[in-house]
T-cell receptor
Framework: RKEVEQDPGPFNVPEGATVAFNCTYS??????FFWYRQDCRKEPKLLMS???SGNEDGRFTAQLNRASQYISLLIRDSKLSDSATYLC?????????FGAGTRLTVKP | DAGVIQSPRHEVTEMGQEVTLRCKPI?????LFWYRQTMMRGLELLIY????????DSGMPEDRFSAKMPNASFSTLKIQPSEPRDSAVYFC????????????FGPGTRLTVL
């Protein structure tokens, strides 16, 4: 079983839709959590950190449930430019573990 | 400021040849990571260095892979001899350990072993 599990998708949604991605992690000692975005043939880039209290950045909302070892990302009013692969990342000290990614395609 | 720099960006080689990938971390970052990404296995951590010292190399696939960091501004990942199953994108990332835990990735080296 992988340490970080994500639904690989693909998610194909129309512009303006709301889409949610989920992620579970197995190591309860994990300390910090992130969502990264990776465009085709590019490097991963930080989208946002994830806090227990939940945090929002514009159209993006991230949630963490430590008890259930579950992380989520909600994208509202999706744009064509949101099309990418979204990687769930769990960190133990300097040891970052990446999920396999969830592919999102937003269509006109 | 320059980000993480990797070279070459693309490498095509034949099975059995030695391959050397290079990385220059962001200036001031003291931890450096090497990752491999494939469709089948996703993004895998191969090895990471803290203050030029290898801390965890448990992700290195086998003895054919080796990594060095002779100074704070340069690291290499070497594959000798290369095999077709080594074909992947290899990313280098850096961070300021103990201050922030957001990794900054280089553009990657796309390796094809024929």
């Amino acid at each position: 079983r992988k340490e970080v599990e994500q639904d690989p998708g693909p998610f194909n949604v129309p512009e303006g839709a709301t889409v949610a991605f989920n992620c579970t992690y197995s190591n309860s000692a994990s300390q910090s959590f992130f969502w990264y975005r990776q465009d085709c043939r590019k490097e991963p880039k930080l989208l946002m950190s994830v806090y227990s209290s939940g945090n929002e950045d514009g159209r993006f909302t991230a949630q963490l449930n430590r008890a259930s070892q579950y992380i989520s990302l909600l994208i509202r009013d999706s744009k064509l430019s949101d099309s990418a692969t979204y990687l769930c990342v769990v960190n133990r000290g300097n040891d970052m573990r990446f999920g396999a990614g969830t592919r999102l395609t937003v269509k006109p | 400021d320059a980000g993480v720099i990797q070279s070459p960006r693309h490498e095509v080689t034949e099975m059995g040849q030695e391959v050397t990938l290079r990385c220059k971390p962001i200036s001031g970052h003291n931890s450096l990571f090497w990752y491999r990404q494939t469709m089948m296995r996703g993004l895998e951590l191969l090895i990471y260095f803290n203050n030029n010292v290898p801390i965890d190399d448990s992700g290195m696939p086998e003895d054919r892979f080796s990594a060095k960091m002779p100074n704070a501004s340069f690291s290499t990942l070497k594959i000798q001899p290369s095999e077709p199953r080594d074909s992947a994108v290899y990313f280098c990332a850096s961070i300021i350990s103990g201050v922030a835990d957001t990794q900054y990735f280089g553009p990657g080296t796309r390796l094809t072993v024929l």
